[in-house]
């Protein structure tokens, strides 16, 4: 059918009225004023990242006990960033939504990923940024993919200042999955860079993405922003790997 796009929204917008909201991840019903797709059970079942954490990297300690402090990696060799934070462990919905989203292109998952992304701690790394920046994508990925996953995540956040075109990636890497952390580190190495160092000069800036697994990737960021002069960098992703 040929319908008009205008058309196609109303009747999309017709359809969200009378059909009930399903849970995207056991199809369960839920409530009317929900923030999201998804029903408390499934939400309940989230490993949220809690104290006790690495206060540089986020790491979250496999023992519960103790205060926030630096882990032994961050202690011999500390990143470029000040914070790197994420709303929860990479498992169960959280790993099931950055997939199907990401890979698979299913934009249902965004407007979750987005609510977990404005939990009280991360908004706390929102409100103490001037810009946030999107981890790039080179542009051949961009066009294989069609669209940028970090820079739909950082419209979470409709009054913080966002920068396009501020860092760009100026050489096509290969995926890091499957890399080794050497071999991460390695395949980012001069990858990034920042056009306008006026952009970034004397700023606070929050790189945001997807996934914290090594932080090679945000590592390599945050060294060529801060090269740029920019006065701090920190990190926010949806979810984090639970330890290394
Ligand atoms: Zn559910
Ligand atoms: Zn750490």
Redesign the pocket.
């Known amino acids: 059918m040929n319908a008009p796009f205008w058309l196609k929204q109303f009747s999309f917008r017709i359809l969200d009225f009378f059909l009930p909201r399903l ?6 019903v ?1 409530a009317e004023e929900a923030k999201a797709a ?6 309940g079942g989230i490993q949220w990242v809690e104290s006790p954490v690495c206060t540089c990297c986020g790491l979250v300690f496999p023992t519960r006990e103790g205060e926030d402090r630096p882990c032994g990696p961050c202690q011999t060799d500390p990143p470029p960033f000040a914070r790197a934070r994420a709303a929860a462990v990479y498992e169960g ?1 959280v790993a099931e939504s950055v997939k199907r989203f990401k890979f698979e292109r299913q934009m249902a998952y965004l407007p979750v990923l987005q609510h977990w992304l404005r939990r009280p701690r991360c908004l706390e790394l929102v409100a103490a940024a001037d810009l946030l920046i999107p981890v790039p994508l080179h542009r051949r990925r961009l066009q294989q993919r069609g669209f940028n996953q970090a820079l739909l995540l950082a419209r979470a956040f409709p009054d913080a200042a966002v920068g396009l075109e501020t860092l760009v990636r100026v050489r096509h890497t290969p995926p890091q999955v499957g890399l080794n952390p050497k071999e991460r580190r390695d395949n980012v190495h001069r990858a990034f860079a920042v056009p306008r160092p006026d952009e970034v000069k004397g700023k606070n800036i929050l790189l945001v993405d997807d996934l914290y697994t090594t932080g090679a990737t945000v590592r390599e960021c945050a060294r060529v922003l801060r090269r740029a002069g920019a006065k701090g960098v920190e990190v926010l992703t949806v979810a984090r790997v639970k330890h290394e």
Do not use: Y
């Open positions: 849970c995207l991840f056991c199809g369960g839920v998804v029903c408390p059970d499934c939400e919905p």
